[in-house]
């Protein structure tokens, strides 16, 4: 697989981004649930709901940094053609959520860091370093952010759950090995025989 995109599939770096931003989404998910649920004394897996807040606001900030990544990639790099089993209405609603969900990437931990900033809450970076407040109490701006943060998360889950029911769509209705575009280690079959055509 090459390392940058290619005119007919995702390089390595897109798809390692890719996984990688999923994957540390599911904990954001995971851990706010948890630290806002469990009591103050209670400890889950020998981490209290104080450890939860922690590693959700560090690995919220790091995937602040990874979403820049990407996006730097992207505007730098060539972008793979469509899917040739896209319509044209797919490939603008395609077009216009992904473009939703680096606006959720980039929201969720501004708001997030603002509400725990102006809220007089700080960060303690990875439980070990206490991050300096630029900001300072700002009741207003906390309830603001606050507001945000939980709607923008709320609207992640429908973009979400519309990026992936329209890969699945492809994939399983019309067999077309649409989510081979994107998965690890694997070839999408029309451009590998594009590839090949090229190679000819
Ligand atoms: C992409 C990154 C992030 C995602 C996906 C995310 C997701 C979420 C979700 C789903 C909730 C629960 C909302 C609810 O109450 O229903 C939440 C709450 C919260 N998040 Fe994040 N978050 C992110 C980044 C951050 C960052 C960077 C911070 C702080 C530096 C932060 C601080 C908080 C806090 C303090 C709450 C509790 C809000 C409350 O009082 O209920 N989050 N987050
Ligand atoms: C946090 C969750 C997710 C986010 C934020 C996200 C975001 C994106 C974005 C922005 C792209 C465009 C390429 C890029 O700029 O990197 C993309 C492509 C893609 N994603 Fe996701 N994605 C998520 C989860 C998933 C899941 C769970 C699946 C599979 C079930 C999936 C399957 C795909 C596929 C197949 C493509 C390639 C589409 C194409 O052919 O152009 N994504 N994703």
Redesign the pocket.
Known sequence: MPFQNTATQ?GMV?RF??WT??LL??WQYLSANIMTRLGRDSLLFGLNSSDYYDWHKSIGLLLLILALA??I??KTTP??D??PT?SPAEQVI?HRN?TL??G??FLLPISGYLFVMAGGYGVKLFGVYMLPNPIGKQEWLAASARLIHILISYA?VV??AW??GL??KH?CFDRDH??????PFTHHRDDAARDTNNLG
Do not use: I, N
């Open positions: 995702y897109t981004l890719h931003v999923f989404f599911f990407r996006w990639w992207r972008l793979p469509w899917a896209l395609s992904e969900l680096y959720c990437m992640t973009f979400v990026h992936v890969g699945l994939h649409f989510l081979f575009r994107m998965l």
